[in-house]
């Protein structure tokens, strides 16, 4: 494997042929970007022509992650469902005592998800069964990350977890002085998330000893995305930021005219995300 491969597979934290979910964010791997290219004249055919849609019991929050041909997803009707991407045909669903808003990760077979009734769920994601839960003592909203065997995610209880991707055991957990609803990102052996007691918090993965945290002026559900050595977030105080990874220390910031709870998405030196102000911003 090329240094250039290590960076990129470090970065979204999976493998090099797949869509990669990243916190909140979707990454594309440079071998489905030259796929894309390959397919261009036939994605440009595309006109938005209904494939299939599946009902559920409830609203559909969570965003789906797809791997070898299957959509998982979650609903407020408590179930995560496992559908075939071409036909739209249930495989199995799993059922929790709460809402599913929190977004799936995939890893090794293993659908990892949380649940408003406070618990991280794994599950095969052949046959839907349970490989194991955890429980915290709020809801489970945050999308897990998952690096090096380590299930990082976040609970209204105010802790950031780590958990054994296989068995479920608790590593640690790092307190916050508010609810984490942001999702975690991961680079270089930290955890980036953050908090509604309004700061971004960077964590050593493999101890949970805090690194640095910077402050904002409302809460961060925003989760964060890093490049470069830069890490960018939004805030409830309307301002849109960019921290030093390795230091915390500001190096800008942007306002808006409305809370930022989106996540950015960077490419080409521009990133862009958007504000409850109605505006899409696109930033150098």
């Known amino acids: 494997m090329t240094d250039e491969n290590k960076k990129e597979n470090s970065l979204i934290s999976i493998g090099s042929n797949a869509l ?56 407020s009707d ?38 408003s009734d406070g618990n991280l769920y794994a599950l095969d994601s052949q046959s839907g069964q349970l490989k194991w839960k955890f429980k915290t003592e709020g809801d489970v909203y945050s999308c897990p990350a998952i690096m090096d065997g380590v299930v990082n995610f976040g609970s209204s209880d105010e802790y950031l977890y780590a958990v054994d991707s296989q068995s479920g055991q608790l590593k640690w957990k790092f307190k916050t002085e508010d609810g984490v609803y942001s999702s975690p990102a991961i680079m270089d052996v930290v955890v980036y998330f953050g908090s509604r007691d309004g700061n971004l918090y960077a964590v050593d993965s493999q101890t949970g000893q805090l690194k640095w945290k910077f402050k904002a002026e409302s809460r961060v559900d925003s989760s964060p995305a890093m490049i470069d050595g830069v890490v960018y977030f939004g805030s409830y105080d309307k301002y849109f930021y960019a921290v030093d990874s390795r230091s915390g220390q500001l190096q800008w910031k942007f306002k808006t005219e409305g809370e930022v709870f989106s996540s950015p998405a960077i490419m080409n030196g521009v990133v862009y995300f958007g504000s409850w102000d109605k505006y899409l911003y696109a930033v150098e």
């Open 78 to 115: 408590g179930n995560l469902y496992a559908v075939d991407s071409q036909m739209g045909q249930l495989k199995w669903k799993f059922k929790t005592k709460g809402d599913v808003n929190s977004s799936p990760a995939i890893m090794d077979g293993i659908v990892y998800f949380g649940s």
């Open 20 to 75: 990669v979910r990243v916190g909140n964010s979707i990454a594309i791997t440079k071998k489905l970007l030259a796929e894309f290219d390959h397919k261009k004249n036939t994605l440009a055919q595309l006109k938005g022509k209904l494939k299939w849609k599946f009902k559920t019991e409830g609203e559909v929050s969570s965003s789906p992650a797809i791997m070898d041909s299957v959509v998982y997803f979650g609903s």
